[in-house]
């Protein structure tokens, strides 16, 4: 099995919303990322997870709050967003967490701030 | 710093005809390299990699050859389909750093 799953496909919320992403693989993975994409740019790193540690955060803003409650589940809390923050969020994982590592990504969550 | 450099598109072909689409590195170290394709709809899915210098990658006859004189990596496919119309992103990781860089991202299109 080599596949990540997300789930919702999309997802349209208020800016005064709380909702979650959910991401999850069994491929025995030890770390997992989330990634914002912009049309037409690439992936922006946000957060790293390594042995089910937070071990990189993008500086990006508390409205995004990760979790990693066991080494295949991976969640992205959203709270307050802002319009800018509509983008397609991708998760995927790694064997080590190594950059020479190939990252298997999911299909992505739509999201639509409104 | 580490980074990668692509060309810019949209890339627009026909069918069957030979693709190019160049990648060059700068990286301290000795970088893995790494082809990514992003169909419509979908995430990235790995397409190639390359681990050391001469390393060719190569899948769905897509190929690339890690070239250290060069620092380049260019993606080529001697006959493409329509089917190969997707968002190619060159990209590399540096041993010791847990993040992998991504180039901008080239759009192909391949008209029937």
């Known amino acids: 099995d080599t596949e990540v799953t997300q789930t919702p496909k999309h997802l349209v919320m208020g800016m005064t919303n709380k909702k979650s992403l959910k991401c999850e693989q069994h491929?025995?993975?030890?770390?997992m990322y989330w990634y914002k994409q912009k049309a037409k740019k690439p992936p922006e790193l946000m957060f790293v997870?390594?042995?089910?540690?937070?071990?990189i955060n993008e500086s990006v803003p508390s409205r995004f709050s990760p979790e990693c409650p066991n080494s295949s589940l991976l969640n992205l809390h959203l709270h307050a967003l802002q319009p800018e923050d509509s983008a397609l969020y991708l998760c995927a994982s790694s064997l080590r967490g190594e950059s020479t590592d190939t990252q298997y990504f999911g299909p992505g969550t739509r999201l639509t701030v409104l | 710093g580490n980074s990668v450099t692509q060309m810019e598109g949209p890339v627009t072909l026909s069918e069957e005809a030979f693709l190019t689409i160049n990648c060059t590195y700068t990286?301290?170290?000795?970088?893995?390299l790494f082809w990514y394709v992003q169909y419509p709809g979908e995430g990235l899915q790995l397409l190639l990699k390359a681990t050391k210098a001469d390393d060719k990658g190569s899948n769905k006859g897509f190929e690339a050859t890690y070239r250290k004189e060069t620092t380049s990596f260019h993606l080529e496919k001697g006959s493409v389909q329509v089917s190969d119309s997707a968002v190619y992103f060159c990209a590399l990781g540096v041993n010791r750093d847990d993040k992998i860089i991504f180039g901008k991202g080239t759009r192909l299109h391949i008209l029937p």
């Open positions: 990286a301290t170290g000795y970088p893995s």
């Open positions: 997870y390594s042995y089910e540690k937070l071990s």
């Open positions: 491929m025995g993975h030890r770390a």
